[in-house]
């Protein structure tokens, strides 16, 4: 029942376009989560993650788990892929990464623009988090993925495109500087 009162207090997180701000924080919703989560929900909720381990750590919810498994082989896809370009070896720990995630990663690494490239992922995510999405909104599954939508959307919000740029303009300056500095010492 208290999932109900979470859920029923939780702004929509559906048509929010890239330059509006998001209703509600990842604090936010944290702090919501500990007023009307029981412990279990809680704990689970907190572990949450965009970025989850590489060793397989079972959450005891197929939601998370799903979320989990997806999301570490899309990472694996993406070092394979940009490994190879690198003609490096990367270890896939053993893994079969599906093609499609495959596929995905090269569509990501052979984007120009690292922006539209992160743009792209964050569709690939969102598009697989709404398979995940549970049909019973007041349920315990739909605060795990609320939560990770949230975390999703406020990821890509923190990108800045003009201080990525001005970011590799000085690294390119830098590396082309040092590549003309060494030139000229050498003659």
Do not use: H
Not at 4 to 15: E, N, R
Not at 102 to 112: G, H, M, P, S, Y
Not at 154 to 167: H, N, Q, S, V
């Amino acid at each position: 029942m208290a999932e109900y009162y979470l859920i029923a207090q939780l702004p929509s997180l559906d048509g929010i376009n890239g330059d509006s701000p998001l209703p509600i924080t990842e604090e936010q919703f944290s702090e919501l989560c500990g007023r009307f989560l029981g412990k279990k929900v809680l704990i689970e909720t907190e572990s949450l993650t965009l970025l989850p381990p590489m060793d397989v750590e079972s959450s005891n919810v197929p939601l998370i788990d799903a979320w989990n498994t997806r999301e570490r082989d899309l990472r694996l896809a993406l070092g394979k892929v940009r490994a190879e370009k690198l003609e490096k070896v990367f270890d896939l720990r053993g893994k079969n990464v599906p093609s499609e995630l495959l596929k995905a990663a090269n569509t990501a690494v052979d984007t120009e623009s690292p922006m539209d490239a992160e743009l792209f992922l964050l569709k690939n995510r969102l598009g697989f988090l709404e398979t995940l999405r549970p049909t019973d909104i007041f349920s315990k599954d739909y605060i795990y993925y609320y939560g990770l939508k949230l975390k999703l959307l406020e990821r890509i919000k923190r990108f800045d495109a003009e201080l990525g740029k001005a970011a590799y303009r000085s690294i390119y300056n830098s590396i082309t500087q040092n590549g003309g500095d060494t030139l000229e010492a050498e003659k």
